[in-house]
């Protein structure tokens, strides 16, 4: 897929179908866009299918032909079995064995097709989801976007399963009506008719329910969004004694989807009864035609049980074909949610500049930065900043003044809405995909760790010696922790890092942060869960290292501030002011009330101690 995030032509609008009452259509569009992605597993797919159908066909021809030849004779007229018995387990054995190759050959191709369509699908899933802002994201539950990406994308392509075996039933099909009229063209006819009749009650249930299933996959949706809430928050549900009202929730969006299942399948199994009814219906009614062509002398017996036995034959390819349409809007419905995800443009532009070989710490700067979240409140007005490279700066405010914000700004986690911000000259908008990642690093309060080994968090898989992977962690301040682990830089730590405190998740994301040796190295109060020695300790290691980084911390603590060179101090969206810790003590009021706040809330935690 490519980065533009726009939807492919040859992916059918689901919601452009559905409104126009398209539903077969869609759906046959939808399989379509599918079998064009992997054209060799369907088409061995119905090559199977085509051989099984045969070989039904065929088993019936080898069991009047061993009636004839073999048990009529023997039981009836006394023969002998000798010349007899083995032509016919032969005959039976190569029917078997043809049967046997056309399932086979079936199913393992139709396994294919639907199983490597879906792995596309979720691979096209994730890497769109990952081109698309913050923005996007943080409008999508988590819960609705794994339901999506598991629940969707199954049934989406569930279609696919039956779709070859339907294609091959369809060729029986086919050459039962043709074989009747040519025939007899009364009883073509007749058979024509009652097969429209068939497939137009299939397509209008079908049309009927497409609602009820979309319905049927948003409240899917739901109750998967419920239930990751649930267990990601489950120490805030117990901590708060919010279990049954957890519960509560939960069970009334279950039920929901319950309900929605029974109501969609009562009218799905209507339209069933009546579609199973029609070919026995179907038969009876050209069994008395036929009688009546009979006495015509238009055809004769032979030829009417010949058509009634083809017409049992049928039952299966009408039923098959039923239920290919019955999927296809299933399927579409399901697909519509997928489609919505891929049809999502806002992806984060990028160019083609490269990262840097310069060692040294990269110089940030930004010129007239404004911007504002989702909700349209402004957070930045006309911001402007210059940060020397190599040098560390302390980015110092007020609550809900804008550091937090500015620090995923410089890492480009977000986009500014108005104005640029640049490294070394250079707009980060101009650097290619992955490419900012090798100058900058972004290290957040809440650290994300992921259910691994301690070195591969901090590796996150890149084929790194181990003796750098120590450094990384002794320069975080965490290397002695990790030996103490029962398997030290091998120890599993569980999902987000459970088994360890929040200071030691902290240091980890830290140490995988320096690691890549970032040239500006961004601290979104990335040491706030550490004792404030640990943290005063960590910032002079890093300034005391060869790191070749330009470091901004998000500082709240005096000892952190104290250590930068600089301190920009932010107060409703803009810069007041930009000096050395002792000249804005000295020259800004507001940077003045707030350090002494720090001091005082500092100095009432060491005495509540």
Not at 388 to 399: E, F, K, L, Q, R
Request: net charge negative; aromatic share 6%; glycine share 10%.
């Amino acid at each position: 897929m490519s980065d533009s995030g726009n939807r492919r032509s040859d992916e059918p609008d689901a919601t452009t179908n559905s409104l126009t009452g398209g539903v077969l259509g869609g759906g046959l569009s939808l399989a379509w866009s599918f079998i064009k992605r992997r054209p060799w597993s369907y088409v061995l797919a119905v090559i199977g299918g085509l051989l099984f159908v045969s070989a039904i066909v065929a088993s019936a021809v080898v069991i009047g032909r061993v009636s004839d030849d073999l048990i009529i004779p023997v039981l009836d007229q006394g023969a002998s079995t000798e010349g007899r018995l083995w032509p016919a387990l032969a005959l039976i054995a190569g029917v078997a064995l043809w049967k046997a190759a056309g399932i086979t050959l079936r199913r393992s191709a139709a396994g294919w097709l639907q199983f490597g369509t879906r792995a596309d699908a979720r691979k096209r899933l994730i890497h769109h989801q990952m081109a698309l802002d913050l923005a996007w994201h943080d409008r999508r539950s988590t819960g609705d976007l794994l339901s999506v990406s598991e629940v969707d994308t199954n049934q989406g392509t569930f279609v696919l399963a039956p779709m070859p075996y339907a294609t091959a039933s369809m060729v029986l099909l086919v050459g039962t009506v043709l074989l009747v009229t040519f025939t007899d063209m009364v009883l073509g006819a007749v058979i024509l008719v009652g097969l429209a009749i068939i497939v137009s009650v299939d397509v209008h249930g079908a049309f009927r329910t497409f609602g009820p299933f979309v319905d049927v996959q948003h409240a899917r949706g739901r109750v998967s969004e419920i239930a990751h809430e649930s267990v990601d928050g489950a120490l805030t549900v117990k901590a708060l004694g919010r279990e049954q009202d957890e519960t509560a929730r939960f069970t009334d969006a279950a039920e929901g989807l319950r309900d929605k299942i029974i109501s969609v399948n009562t009218l799905w199994m209507a339209y069933r009864a009546i579609v199973e009814s029609l070919p026995s219906l179907l038969t009876i009614v050209v069994v008395v035609v036929g009688a009546l062509r009979i006495e015509s002398g238009a055809v004769t017996a032979g030829n009417i049980v010949t058509i009634a036995y083809l017409l049992s034959l049928m039952r299966m390819p009408i039923a098959l074909l039923g239920f290919v349409i019955w999927e296809l809007a299933h399927s579409l419905a399901a697909w519509r949610r997928v489609q919505d995800v891929l049809d999502s443009e806002e992806v984060v532009p990028h160019g083609d500049a490269a990262g840097s070989t310069d060692a040294s710490g990269g110089a940030v700067g930004t010129r007239d930065v404004s911007f504002g979240y989702s909700d349209g409140e402004q957070i930045l007005a006309g911001l402007d900043l210059e940060i020397p490279g190599g040098s560390t700066v302390a980015i110092v405010g007020p609550t809900a003044s804008g550091k937090s914000t500015l620090a995923l700004l410089l890492a480009r986690l977000w986009d500014p809405q108005a104005g640029s911000i640049s490294i070394d000259d250079r707009d980060l908008r101009d650097f290619a995909r992955s490419e900012l990642a090798t100058e900058v690093a972004f290290v957040a309060q809440e650290s994300f760790l992921f259910d691994d080994t301690v070195e591969g968090n901090i590796t996150l898989g890149n084929p790194v010696p181990r003796d750098r992977v120590i450094e990384a962690a002794r320069l975080a301040g965490v290397d002695s922790v990790i030996e103490e682990l029962d398997y030290g830089y091998d120890t599993r730590i569980g999902e987000r890092g459970m088994s360890l405190s929040g200071g030691q998740r902290q240091r980890i994301a830290l140490a995988r942060a320096l690691l890549r040796s970032p040239r500006v190295l961004i601290l979104d109060d990335a040491t706030s869960a550490v004792d404030p020695s640990v943290e005063t300790t960590i910032l002079k290691g890093l300034r005391r290292s060869e790191l070749p980084s330009t470091v901004i911390v998000v500082a709240y603590r005096k000892s952190a501030i104290a250590l930068a060179d600089e301190v920009i101090y932010i107060e409703d969206g803009r810069v007041v002011a930009q000096g050395s810790h002792d000249e804005l003590l000295a020259s800004t009021p507001g940077y003045q009330r707030l350090i002494t706040a720090y001091e005082e809330d500092a100095a009432e935690r060491k005495g509540a101690r």
